[in-house]
């Protein structure tokens, strides 16, 4: 799936200038505890997240997830959003909660990827 | 924000000085005008300037097998042609470069009209060049090495400090990044640096963090001034932290950082008494 389909079935919107929307992404993360996402050893993934701060967009740098999506509506802060720039990171915002928008990915196909 | 440069732009390396030709022109006048400058291809333009299409000399020579050199440009060119924008980084170019495997764009403005081309030799030439102002105005951590098999890095972290936090895990990934080591190996530092780094940010009063890399292992040492780990196999367990409600707000304290850390490592050995705890993490390079 890329992320433009993401963005689709989310019916998300884009925040930051590069989308990069045409990036294949293989399967995602959804967590609100950043522990949990550096543990999370897929490639090609995109986090979901309720949690929205600056360190979130560090973490998606260090262990390089492909994009980044606030769920709940909520919407991240300039600050936020010039750190995704210059890290060239994209964040999508969906008004879905988390449940929902993980269903919804999972039900469009982005599945879980067996652990290699 | 601890960048204190802003990031090279497409337009600080592109070239201005575009060649380009117009669509109701021949493929014969593109070919000679492409033989005349040197290119291997150009962007297409309106009056306005408006990018409508690229052509190259691939397109040229399928003109030519074809018999078809007096064709319009605008039969041959390459339609909706991938562009960058003048304000798009160069990072953000490199990526386009190796995800299209081309070696030039056509760059356009607001308007989006065509600005400039950027090959990928723009790209080494200037950025070379905007390197060499970064070392001068903001001397980097890395020291020279004597033996230019390895790297050393060095940070201080400071206790409490979110602003700085994964400053140097990021450094250790870039440099781990540059001197072009595997992309999981990359990640599994990356991973064991930044948990130990923000070790220290949450629960310690101040700590260093260095990496030392040779061709053979990266060694991340973390070592803090205390309070130290009450009990670290109770540390170790998944799932176990002591971080304050605070600190979870912010997304950490799931427990997991030592775990992990000991996942990412080849080796991992930690001490810790109240006076401190020091961690050693250390990764093969195959």
Same mark, same amino acid.
């Given at each position: @799936?890329?992320?433009?389909?993401? #963005?689709?079935?989310?019916?998300?919107?884009?925040?930051?200038?590069?989308?990069?929307?045409?990036?294949? /992404?293989?399967?995602?993360? %959804?967590?609100?505890?950043?522990?949990?996402?550096?543990?999370?050893? #897929?490639? #090609?993934? /995109?986090?979901?997240?309720?949690?929205? *701060?600056?360190? /979130?967009?560090?973490?998606?740098?260090?262990?390089?997830?492909?994009?980044?999506?606030?769920?709940? %509506?909520? /919407?991240?802060?300039?600050?936020?959003?010039?750190?995704?720039?210059?890290?060239?990171?994209?964040?999508?915002?969906?008004?879905?909660? @988390?449940?929902?928008?993980?269903?919804?990915?999972? #039900?469009?196909?982005?599945?879980?990827?067996? *652990?290699? | 924000?601890?960048?204190?440069?802003?990031?090279?732009?497409? +337009?600080?390396?592109?070239?201005?000085?575009?060649?380009?030709?117009?669509?109701?022109?021949?493929?014969?006048?593109?070919?000679?005008?492409?033989?005349?400058?040197?290119?291997?291809?150009?962007?297409?333009?309106?009056?306005?300037?408006?990018?409508?299409?690229?052509?190259?000399?691939?397109?040229?020579?399928?003109?030519?097998?074809?018999?078809?050199?007096?064709?319009?440009?605008?039969?041959?060119?390459?339609?909706?042609?991938?562009?960058?924008?003048? +304000?798009? !980084?160069?990072?953000?170019?490199?990526?386009?470069?190796?995800?299209?495997?081309?070696?030039?764009?056509?760059?356009?403005?607001?308007?989006?009209?065509?600005?400039?081309?950027?090959?990928?030799?723009?790209?080494?030439?200037?950025?070379?060049?905007?390197?060499?102002?970064? +070392?001068?105005?903001?001397?980097?951590?890395?020291?020279?090495?004597?033996?230019?098999?390895?790297?050393?890095?060095?940070?201080?972290?400071?206790?409490?400090?979110?602003?700085?936090?994964?400053?140097?895990?990021?450094?250790?990934?870039?440099?781990?990044?540059?001197?072009?080591?595997?992309? !999981? !190996?990359?990640?599994?530092?990356?991973?064991?640096?930044?948990?130990?780094?923000?070790?220290?940010?949450?629960?310690?009063?101040?700590?260093?963090?260095?990496?030392?890399?040779?061709?053979?292992?990266? !060694?991340?040492?973390?070592?803090?001034?205390?309070?130290?780990?009450?009990?670290?196999?109770?540390?170790?367990?998944?799932?176990?932290?002591?971080?304050?409600?605070?600190?979870?707000?912010?997304?950490?304290?799931?427990?997991?950082?030592?775990?992990?850390?000991?996942?990412?490592?080849?080796?991992?050995?930690?001490?810790?008494?109240?006076?401190?705890?020091?961690?050693?993490?250390?990764?093969?390079?195959?």
């Amino acid at each position: @799936m890329t992320l433009s389909e993401i #963005k689709k079935v989310l019916e998300a919107t884009c925040f930051t200038r590069h989308c990069l929307e045409d990036k294949e /992404v293989d399967t995602a993360c %959804g967590a609100d505890l950043l522990s949990d996402v550096l543990a999370h050893r #897929k490639e #090609k993934t /995109v986090l979901l997240t309720g949690l929205i *701060n600056p360190q /979130v967009i560090r973490t998606a740098e260090i262990i390089d997830l492909i994009g980044v999506i606030f769920v709940r %509506g909520k /919407v991240p802060s300039q600050e936020i959003i010039d750190l995704a720039e210059a890290k060239d990171i994209p964040i999508l915002c969906t008004a879905y909660p @988390m449940y929902e928008s993980c269903g919804l990915l999972y #039900k469009a196909g982005l599945g879980v990827i067996s *652990n290699v | 924000m601890y960048d204190k440069q802003p990031l090279p732009r497409v +337009q600080d390396v592109m070239t201005r000085d575009v060649i380009s030709i117009a669509p109701d022109l021949t493929v014969r006048q593109a070919k000679d005008l492409m033989r005349d400058k040197g290119i291997s291809g150009m962007p297409v333009v309106d009056r306005e300037n408006a990018l409508l299409g690229v052509i190259s000399v691939a397109d040229i020579i399928q003109a030519m097998e074809n018999n078809n050199l007096n064709a319009f440009v605008s039969e041959v060119m390459t339609v909706n042609p991938i562009f960058l924008h003048e +304000q798009d !980084t160069v990072g953000y170019a490199l990526q386009a470069c190796r995800r299209y495997k081309y070696g030039r764009f056509p760059v356009i403005d607001e308007q989006a009209k065509v600005v400039g081309v950027l090959t990928v030799g723009d790209i080494v030439t200037r950025l070379a060049q905007l390197l060499r102002i970064d +070392q001068v105005d903001e001397p980097d951590e890395i020291k020279e090495p004597k033996d230019f098999t390895t790297r050393i890095y060095e940070c201080s972290i400071q206790s409490m400090n979110f602003d700085l936090a994964g400053l140097a895990a990021s450094n250790i990934k870039k440099m781990l990044t540059g001197l072009g080591l595997k992309g !999981t !190996t990359v990640r599994r530092a990356a991973i064991a640096a930044y948990d130990a780094e923000m070790n220290v940010v949450i629960h310690a009063y101040e700590g260093k963090l260095s990496a030392k890399v040779t061709p053979h292992d990266i !060694t991340i040492t973390v070592e803090d001034s205390g309070p130290g780990i009450k009990d670290v196999s109770l540390a170790m367990q998944p799932g176990y932290s002591t971080a304050s409600d605070r600190i979870r707000e912010m997304g950490f304290g799931a427990g997991m950082g030592l775990p992990n850390i000991k996942k990412s490592a080849d080796e991992f050995t930690i001490e810790s008494t109240p006076k401190g705890t020091t961690l050693v993490i250390k990764i093969f390079i195959d």
